[in-house]
């Protein structure tokens, strides 16, 4: 049990191991460095150029409106009349608001929903689906499980309102199994709505996350497999000691895209409940589009959103260096 | 796994990126915001003469009937000359998006105005239309126009300069199905609020959904808004839901209403788990023969009649005493000029055309009232008991505004939250209302 327990681990380290060397250049000799530098600093330029084509839209309508946003949260505008200066009042505001903290805690909750459930069931879908491959059906499992990210987000809306409704399936699945006494309408009840919102968003990322594995699985060696089966692993020991682990760039990355999901979430929310029932479901993106298209706050709207990508940044940054650290 | 970008680049990176925020910021002057607003926003002395050269109007719309493509194209037909686009937007995404609309060089010639549009108003984006509504004749021909007529800021509904008029006017009373209404023992409309919630509590005895409604995103404002128009006064009403200093909202008659819709709910006579029901389904349940009674407005009859056809009925809200007015609530579709447009005159001609008696003829044809209500060709069924209730409320004069729409442009997202604390049991009666008021006060510091 313990070497089949150690030697999966080995790979893992061995594949981690080529990092340093990767910056070889860094270590060139100090007599050769000036050239190797210069003609380094070329090709660089070299690159930048072709980079050009794809900068140059991402700067104009990504770029500069994020600076304009930034710009905007300094002043108190309603979105017509004439802005009036107020420096940082906006971001004050903002730290006094209990709607705008009560956001913050839902946009969290989701990240149970949009990043750890749908990366659990992502996770064993794909061991599941990666040992049948070939077998029959497998291709018929794979593309329903990643259907929902094919779909528009505002049709997976309407769609799960319908789901959840009063005489909705959920429930009409529940009374049929004699459980009607849990039916509910679930977007209208201050204890379901963000759960419910919540298991949408679940159902919509987990099938992304299961193919992020499975091109991960794909890339792990067999050999390290057949090791482990010589040793006497079953299915369940081969996920644990050597799926999981070497899925570790996977996990970076599935938990970036669902963590800024989560966080930025507003399309979902804004179609089945609208942030209600209160302010049950409210969450910082919906907070921005009623201020600055309704409300006539755009100055508020605008330091919120510069709250909100400074957050997820931050996230970010965080899950991408714990991810390269050595295990 | 690709290497880590090195500390050269990275700096190179970050300074670039630094400059060229600091150049964009430094740009920033001319993205001031507002900076475009006209200061054309009045006119000289105008006159009634129709131009004559080939003109373009471009109107942009939310109305989801066959009235303003119809009034259009009617007002076409008599001035081949002027060619007219329209640009439809659905409701909510035409409230979001018209204040950018509106401030863009290629703003419409005409807008349908509506509530949350007020702050077009000192961004000077509104044209005023006082001099052509006085050498139109405007006043005589429009009911209403004090819904369009505001203050030099936006912010109080009644006074200060005209900016449009008021074409197809629509009201809300109570819809209902005839054949389960029959087993009620219903005969005729009821003659009291007192009555109206006896037949829901008969309804609830039957096993029926009494009143059919949806709170998802706030449809209970509709019975909300009528029962605020039984209890309140007049007076009270329009102060709050025109902006007028320090009116209120916390009103013992505000309380009653609030504590009727409340009961309703309390005692089960409206649709169960109502805040997870959207206003457009419980229109097509009610449609499909769901429940007895449904308060929502002559927009909905269309729909109700298509679905319940001979069962269809209507009779207007009910007052609170036996023989008093009937009052409900109610808003026109507006149409207002853009201070950009550079076809003032022909679109002045546009909303004058919409007073004649050849435009009440699409109006009502649409589900709306005409201006010129005698000029509406008399319908049958239930468009036509619609046209009766809405005679009933212009002798009574008892069309008043809806409490969402001039009071604040936030009141409709608040409304909605408040009313969903109310009925989901997480606020009382006095609570909601407050909650209103702190919303009312925030825009009228």
């Known amino acids: 049990m313990t070497t089949a327990h150690r030697r999966p681990a080995d790979p893992a380290r061995a594949s981690a191991a080529p990092g340093p060397t990767k910056r070889g250049p860094d270590r060139a000799p100090s007599d050769g460095r000036r050239t190797a530098r210069s003609g380094h600093r070329r090709r660089r330029a070299v690159a930048s150029l072709y980079l050009l084509p794809a900068l140059l839209p991402y700067t104009l309508f990504a770029v500069l409106p994020a600076l304009h946003t930034a710009y905007l949260s300094l002043f108190d505008w309603d979105g017509v009349t004439l802005p009036s200066f107020v420096g940082l009042d906006n971001y004050r505001r903002i730290a006094d608001d209990p709607q705008l903290r009560a956001a913050a805690w839902h946009a969290g909750a989701l990240i149970l929903f949009f990043s750890v459930l749908p990366i659990c069931v992502g996770l064993v879908a794909a061991a599941i689906v990666s040992r049948r491959a070939g077998r029959r059906g497998t291709g018929l499992v794979r593309t329903v499980l990643f259907l929902p990210q094919v779909v528009p987000l505002v049709a997976v809306g309407i769609l799960w309102r319908w789901v959840y409704a009063e005489d909705g399936i959920l429930n009409q699945a529940l009374r049929a199994v004699g459980l009607g006494g849990l039916a509910d309408a679930w977007l209208g009840s201050f204890t379901w709505a963000l759960p419910a919102v919540g298991l949408i968003g679940t159902w919509v990322v987990s099938g992304l996350c299961m193919v992020l594995f499975l091109s991960g699985t794909q890339r792990i060696d067999q050999e390290i497999y057949e090791a482990a089966r010589m040793d006497g692993a079953g299915p369940v020991r081969e996920f644990v000691s050597i799926t999981v682990p070497l899925l570790r760039p996977e996990f970076a990355v599935a938990l970036s895209i669902t963590v800024i999901a989560a966080l930025s979430s507003f399309d979902l929310i804004y179609i089945t409940t609208g942030g209600g029932p209160g302010n049950s479901t409210v969450v910082p993106g919906i907070l921005i589009y009623r201020l600055a298209f309704g409300g006539g706050g755009v100055g508020v709207a605008s330091a919120l959103a510069v709250v909100l990508t400074a957050v997820i940044s931050v996230a970010v940054l965080v899950i991408n260096r714990l991810s390269r650290e050595a295990p | ?445």
């Open chain 2, 1 to 445: 796994m690709s290497p880590s970008p090195s500390s050269l680049s990275r700096r190179t990176f970050l300074a670039a990126t630094g400059a060229f925020g600091a150049a964009a910021l430094t740009a920033c002057s001319d993205l001031t915001p507002g900076a475009s607003s006209s200061d054309k926003s009045s006119t000289g002395p105008v006159s009634t003469a129709v131009p004559a050269d080939k003109i373009t109007l471009v109107v942009a719309d939310a109305d989801d009937t066959t009235m303003t493509p119809g009034l259009l194209a009617a007002f076409r037909e008599q001035h081949p000359n002027i060619s007219v686009k329209r640009q439809y937007t659905g409701w909510d995404d035409y409230l979001k998006s018209i204040n950018t609309t509106m401030s863009a060089d290629s703003a419409p010639d005409i807008a349908q105005f509506t509530s949350g549009m007020q702050n077009l108003v000192p961004g000077r984006l509104l044209l005023k239309v006082g001099e052509y509504g006085k050498a139109y004749g405007w006043a005589g021909k429009f009911p209403g126009l004090d819904q369009i007529t505001l203050t030099p800021d936006g912010k109080t509904v009644g006074t200060g300069d005209l900016y449009g008029v008021g074409a197809g006017l629509s009201f809300e009373g109570v819809y209902y199905n005839k054949a389960k209404a029959k087993k009620l023992g219903l005969t005729g409309p009821p003659a009291t609020l007192e009555e109206l919630e006896a037949l829901f509590a008969k309804a609830k005895n039957a096993g029926e959904t009494a009143l059919v409604a949806g709170n998802l995103d706030g449809g209970l404002n509709h019975p909300f808004n009528v029962l605020l128009s039984a209890y309140l006064t007049p007076k009270d009403r329009e102060a709050w839901a025109y902006g007028h200093k320090g009116a209120t909202i916390v009103l013992p008659e505000a309380k009653t209403a609030a504590e009727t819709l409340l009961r309703w709910v309390d005692k089960g006579y409206v649709t169960p788990k109502v805040n997870g029901v959207s206003d457009n389904d419980a229109t097509a349940a009610f449609a499909k023969g769901e429940g007895v009674f449904r308060i929502s407005g002559n927009w909905a009859a269309a729909a109700v009649s298509k679905g319940l056809g001979e069962q269809a009925g209507y009779f207007n809200m009910p007052p609170v005493t036996a023989g008093g007015k009937v009052r409900t609530t109610g808003a026109g579709v507006y149409y207002c000029v853009s201070s950009k447009s550079r076809n003032a005159a022909a679109a002045a001609a546009f909303l004058d055309f919409a007073a004649g008696a050849q435009a009440a003829a699409v109006t009502a044809k649409a589900g709306f009232m005409a201006p010129d209500a005698g000029a509406m060709p008399s319908q049958s069924g239930l468009i036509g008991d619609v046209q009766q209730g809405w005679q009933t409320v212009v002798t009574d004069a008892g069309l008043q505004p809806f409490i969402q729409n001039s009071s604040t442009p936030t009141m409709g997202d608040t409304l909605t939250t408040q009313l969903q604390l109310l009925v989901g049991g997480k606020a009382t009666p006095e609570k909601f209302l407050a909650g209103l008021q702190t919303d009312y006060e925030n825009y009228h510091k």
